[in-house]
Nanobody
């Protein structure tokens, strides 16, 4: 089983990025999916989650700016991030969870800086 994130990079404040998470040897449609992030010197925190049925939840810091979505046909999960700010700088991780099964991607770096 492998989760592979992509789409990170360097963006100016106010900019946007779309992160993608691809599942290999795992059917993401049956998993609750989430995006976490870990900023410099900080603990890993939940950013957004989406159930198998498509119900989404967001951390307060992400509400109104980020949108999580999933495309079960493509076995993909996305995180659209708008109005990015320097405090959003972090490594972003994709997570799949179902009961005791849990998988993590390797992370993708997002840097917000002018």
């Amino acid at each position: 089983v492998q989760l592979v994130e992509s789409g990170g990079g360097l963006v100016q404040p106010g900019g946007s990025l779309r992160l993608s998470c691809a599942g290999y040897r795992v059917m993401l449609s049956i998993y609750a999916m989430a995006w976490y992030r870990q900023g410099p010197g900080k603990q890993r925190e939940l950013v957004a989650s989406i159930s198998g049925g498509g119900a989404a939840n967001y951390a307060d810091s992400a509400k109104g700016r980020f949108a999580i979505s999933r495309d079960n046909a493509k076995n993909m999960v996305y995180l659209q991030m708008d109005s990015l700010q320097p405090e959003d700088t972090a490594v972003y991780y994709c997570n799949a969870a179902l009961g005791r099964d849990e998988y993590w991607g390797q992370g993708t770096q997002v840097t917000v800086s002018s």
